[in-house]
């Protein structure tokens, strides 16, 4: 039996072609958490000149963020929240907001995606930028959310003596969270997701 599609053309493509595609579809969907965490990995060991490398900054960010009671959906915010700088050197909380943007309400997605220049004000000034930036976003109704997301948690996640939760104890809340997206254009009937090759 075929394995693959046959359309040269995505407008020649036909229902038999789909029900091959829709059940490789729900297997990648399937392992997103595990690609995403194993990303997150590559965080280990990426100082940038940081007192701590990124991995260990995303694991003190959950960690206190855990610590502190928020719930599921906002301690992988925080564990995400600088998966981008690998790929996103020039935009880097864009891509961590991508990444969680099906799973997570509009008031967390805009902190993600904003945190770098809430985060500026603790330090664009030593750079000869604006550390007010973040005033532009001010009438914004997620401004406050962001900006308690920085000055609790990220602001304080470089501490290189700190004691932190290992990856492991994080890594099911990624699997819950990317198990149910909400927000997304790319939502397959479960019927179709079974449908045999
Ligand atoms: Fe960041
Ligand atoms: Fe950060």
Redesign the pocket.
């Known amino acids: 039996m075929n394995t693959r599609a046959r359309f040269t053309r995505m407008e020649s493509s036909t229902k038999e072609d789909w029900g091959l595609i829709v059940p490789e579809f729900a297997k990648m969907a399937s392992s997103l958490a595990d690609r995403v965490l194993a990303h997150l990995r590559l965080l280990d060991g990426d100082f940038g000149g940081f007192p701590v490398d990124r991995l260990t900054h995303s694991l003190q960010t959950a960690t206190l963020a855990l610590k502190a009671g928020r719930d599921e959906e906002y301690v992988v915010c925080a564990l995400l929240?600088?998966i981008g700088d690998t790929l996103g050197t020039y935009n880097?909380?864009d891509i961590g907001a991508a990444i969680l943007k099906p799973f997570i309400g509009e008031a967390n997605h805009w902190m993600v995606q904003h945190?770098?220049v809430f985060?500026g004000y603790n330090f664009f000034h030593h750079l000869g930028m604006d550390r007010n930036m973040r005033d532009m976003f001010r009438s914004n109704p997620h401004y406050e959310h962001a900006a308690e997301f920085v000055d609790l948690f990220d602001n304080a996640a470089f501490d290189p003596h700190a004691d932190f939760l290992p990856l492991s104890d994080f890594e099911d809340m990624v699997r819950r969270l990317m198990a149910d997206p909400k927000n997304t254009i790319y939502k397959v009937p479960i019927d179709q997701q079974a449908a045999p090759r």
Do not use: K
Request: charged content about 15%; proline content about 14%; glycine content about 14%.
């Open positions: 929240h600088d880097h909380p945190h770098g985060q």
